[in-house]
């Protein structure tokens, strides 16, 4: 017993030493740049965080997120108008019979009218489809970690940028095509009921620093959509890398928050700053 005691005790020893954070740090000299993953919708509960997440919030005098996050707020109105039809178009005009019945189903479903959304662009409705479903279950883009550590950075009196403005965010929404928008919608549609499920798996990988299961649950999910994964993804990753670059040459330690899929797979930063010579370790 006393054997297959200390071997428990070594087990969990063993276990504890590798724990780690959806956190990397790249040091030159004496600067650190720390990468954090986020995830966008998180529940309140996710709170506090690591340690290690912590202690790199606390030695960073600049926190660089993808964009104003507490600006996202005021930009409501523009996504709204760049989400809407003009000109008298409606969804039904736009849309596949069998798509617009699949969706004023889902709408009905959540006790909602299609009469309502009859001037939302697909991609907009796509995105309004997914946020109530996340609502749902307690998910909230106010709980998200890149709007905990924005809002917090505000508090605590440091520095904040963004990598994008708020308008080229938009406008990765807005260039879609029609038919893109469409194809948008109808792969929402379909993914919609094992979205909770995902975000659930996600969250549990995010907090054990499971990159693998991040990027599996993630990056593969694009296998069949890879304009969209290079619009929104590998484009917007090779146009961060200089300005994260930059960073090492700033008067202070820095902590970069992007979405998680952007640290992950042969293309995310992670892999960009190794391929470049950086020395990076997870936390």
Same mark, same amino acid.
């Given at each position: 017993?006393? *054997?297959?005691?200390?071997?428990?005790?070594?087990?969990?020893?063993?276990?504890?030493?590798?724990?780690?954070?959806?956190?990397?740090?790249?040091?030159?000299?004496?600067?650190?740049?720390?990468?954090?993953?986020?995830?966008?919708?998180?529940?309140?509960?996710?709170?506090?965080?690591?340690?290690?997440?912590?202690?790199?919030?606390?030695?960073?005098?600049?926190?660089?997120?993808?964009?104003?996050?507490?600006?996202? *707020?005021?930009?409501?109105?523009?996504?709204?108008?760049?989400?809407?039809?003009?000109?008298?178009?409606?969804?039904?005009?736009?849309?596949?019979?069998?798509?617009? *019945?699949?969706?004023?189903?889902?709408?009905?479903?959540?006790?909602?009218?299609?009469?309502?959304?009859?001037?939302?662009?697909?991609?907009?409705?796509?995105?309004?489809?997914?946020?109530?479903?996340?609502?749902?279950?307690?998910?909230?883009?106010?709980?998200?970690?890149?709007?905990?550590?924005?809002?917090?950075?505000?508090?605590?009196?440091?520095?904040?940028?963004?990598?994008?403005?708020?308008?080229?965010?938009?406008?990765?929404?807005?260039?879609?095509?029609?038919?893109?928008?469409?194809?948008?919608?109808?792969?929402?549609?379909?993914?919609?009921?094992?979205?909770?499920?995902?975000?659930?798996?996600?969250?549990?990988?995010?907090?054990?620093?499971?990159?693998?299961?991040?990027?599996?649950?993630?990056?593969?999910?694009?296998?069949?959509?890879?304009?969209?994964?290079?619009?929104?993804?590998?484009?917007?990753?090779?146009?961060?890398?200089? *300005?994260?670059?930059?960073?090492?040459?700033?008067?202070?330690?820095?902590?970069?928050?992007?979405?998680?899929?952007?640290?992950?797979?042969?293309?995310?930063?992670?892999?960009?700053?190794?391929?470049?010579?950086?020395?990076?370790?997870?936390?």
């Amino acid at each position: 017993m006393a *054997a297959n005691l200390a071997g428990l005790v070594v087990d969990v020893a063993a276990e504890e030493e590798t724990e780690r954070s959806f956190l990397w740090r790249a040091v030159v000299e004496d600067r650190s740049v720390y990468l954090l993953g986020s995830i966008h919708f998180m529940k309140s509960d996710a709170y506090p965080l690591s340690p290690a997440i912590e202690g790199a919030y606390e030695t960073s005098g600049l926190l660089v997120f993808e964009t104003d996050i507490e600006g996202l *707020a005021g930009a409501a109105t523009s996504l709204m108008t760049a989400g809407s039809f003009d000109g008298g178009t409606t969804l039904e005009d736009v849309l596949s019979e069998e798509l617009y *019945a699949d969706v004023s189903g889902r709408l009905k479903a959540l006790g909602m009218s299609i009469d309502l959304f009859n001037t939302t662009r697909p991609w907009m409705l796509a995105l309004t489809l997914t946020s109530m479903e996340l609502m749902t279950e307690g998910y909230l883009g106010t709980e998200g970690i890149d709007a905990h550590f924005s809002s917090r950075a505000r508090r605590d009196g440091k520095v904040r940028q963004g990598l994008e403005s708020i308008e080229y965010q938009v406008s990765l929404f807005a260039d879609l095509s029609m038919e893109e928008g469409e194809d948008f919608l109808r792969y929402t549609l379909e993914d919609l009921d094992s979205v909770i499920p995902l975000v659930d798996d996600l969250v549990q990988a995010w907090k054990r620093g499971d990159s693998g299961r991040i990027e599996e649950l993630l990056v593969e999910g694009f296998d069949e959509h890879e304009a969209i994964f290079g619009r929104f993804v590998i484009e917007r990753n090779h146009r961060w890398m200089e *300005a994260i670059e930059q960073l090492f040459l700033g008067d202070t330690d820095a902590m970069v928050v992007v979405g998680a899929l952007h640290l992950v797979g042969e293309l995310g930063l992670i892999e960009l700053l190794r391929a470049k010579g950086y020395e990076i370790e997870q936390l």
